[in-house]
């Protein structure tokens, strides 16, 4: 029988997310890893097998707690128009120490190249247009819409928006020009709306 764990591994998990989120995984080494998640090298290997396969379940833990914060709430049955602009409001707070999205920032830095991380990302980036989908016929059903609009392509340009801000985020934007795309955003928002 081994020794027992002198650590969490979903509190190592959490802390290798937040170094995750913040740096690329390709600009991080082992030494700070190690560092930021407070055990040694062997016990990360003998936990998670390699640096590699702790950042894929990183990034599962990220999607599965993040898209629930940021997104879920346009999923809901009683989703719509004022949920849609909710999403785009959240933008024009303080983001002075926002990364941005750590899945737009993967599908950035490994662009097609990884397995374990497109499946997530292809997930993401379906379940977000159909998010907003669901608050768009939410919202037309309820005659909040202007008749005839094709809800499915609001939703992908809605959701072109939305990964553009998540974008400018990790990019650092300036405040008035993430400000400037909010509004925008809400504008046409607006110009849907019965």
Do not use: W
């Not at 290997?45 to 990034?59: C, I, T, V």
């Not at 914060?69 to 009683?78: C, D, Q």
Request: net charge negative; aromatic share 10%; proline share 3%.
């Amino acid at each position: 029988m081994g020794r027992p764990k002198k650590y969490d591994p979903d509190e190592v998990l959490d802390k290798a997310l937040a170094l995750f989120h913040r740096k690329s995984f390709h600009s991080i080494s082992t030494p700070e890893i190690v560092e930021q998640v407070g055990i040694n090298k062997f016990s990360l290997y003998a936990e998670f097998g390699s640096n590699k396969k702790l950042f894929d379940r990183a990034l599962i833990r990220y999607y599965e707690v993040n898209f629930q914060n940021n997104f879920g709430f346009l999923e809901a049955t009683t989703a719509g128009i004022d949920e849609i602009k909710l999403c785009f409001e959240a933008f024009l707070g303080d983001n002075d120490d926002n990364p941005g999205c750590m899945l737009c920032n993967t599908s950035i830095e490994f662009s097609n190249q990884d397995a374990t991380s497109n499946l997530v990302l292809e997930h993401y980036f379906k379940r977000i247009p159909a998010a907003v989908k669901n608050s768009l016929d939410n919202a037309a059903a309820e005659g909040r819409l202007i008749k005839g609009l094709d809800t499915a392509s609001t939703a992908h340009l809605l959701n072109s928006i939305i990964l553009g801000l998540l974008v400018q985020l990790r990019a650092k934007a300036s405040a008035s020009q993430l400000r400037q795309s909010c509004e925008s955003a809400l504008t046409y928002v607006e110009s849907i709306c019965s």
